[in-house]
Antibody, heavy 121, light 107 residues
């Protein structure tokens, strides 16, 4: 069974940093693109970032480019999102998600339960 | 960036109704258009991928169609469990984008 479990969310002050983790199990982690998608409670889905299986290709939404860094440790089956220079508008539930097929760079079929990040003083 | 516009933004319908939700892209997605359902505070659930392919385990009353820049999600006969919010997503080019969502409510 495919499982994705996020951790690391919490309350952080504006300008601060936080690192989210996503522990994956039940599949060959190094074969899949994985993503971060965020959602302000009650609002729509917003794609944040993605990384390919071997970690050599990454993409970011313009709103986080230069502030957030996606990475992965395939030996630990774990995805990360390092978030720096956090702003109030980064407050959201952050989901990690896996591509539907190994070749799929965008369509995601499996999601974690989400981690809430709150940026506030 | 490819912008996605869903219509309507909200919709009231009854059990048994046939419902269609539209997603229009600002440029061609070459068919890389996907549909998700989200209920309450849960994670989204993939329904349709690459325009018209039904994801495993999704009931056959859900279907997708379209090409170029115009796509539709159809629910042939609404069931009580279908009342939720639906999102389209383009996976053709980065940045990946979602539509703003369509909230389907019980009439």
């Amino acid at each position: 069974e495919v499982q994705l479990v996020e951790s690391g969310g919490g309350l952080v002050q504006p300008g601060g940093s936080l690192r989210l983790s996503c522990a994956a199990s039940g599949f060959s982690f190094n074969n899949y693109w994985v993503h971060w998608v965020r959602q302000v409670p009650g609002k729509g889905l917003v794609w944040v970032s993605r990384i390919n299986g071997d970690g050599t290709t990454t993409n970011y939404a313009d709103s986080v480019k230069g502030r957030f860094t996606i990475s992965r440790d395939n030996a630990k089956n774990t995805l990360y999102l390092q978030m720096n220079s956090l702003r109030a508008e980064d407050t959201a539930v952050y989901y990690c998600a896996r591509g539907i097929f190994p070749t799929s760079s965008g369509c995601v079929a499996y999601w974690g339960q989400g981690a809430l990040v709150t940026v506030s003083s | 960036d490819i912008q996605l516009t869903q219509s309507p933004s909200s919709l009231s319908a009854s059990v048994g109704d046939r419902v269609t939700i539209t997603c229009r892209a600002s440029q061609s997605t070459s068919g890389y258009l996907n549909w998700y359902q989200q209920k309450g505070g849960n994670a989204p659930n993939l329904l349709i991928y690459t325009t018209s392919n039904l994801q495993s385990g999704v009931p056959s009353r859900f279907s997708g169609s379209g090409s170029g820049t115009d796509f539709t999600l159809t629910i042939s006969s609404l069931q009580p469990e279908d009342f939720a919010t639906y999102y389209c997503q383009q996976s053709y080019s980065a940045p990946i984008t979602f539509g703003q969502g369509t909230r389907l409510e019980i009439k």
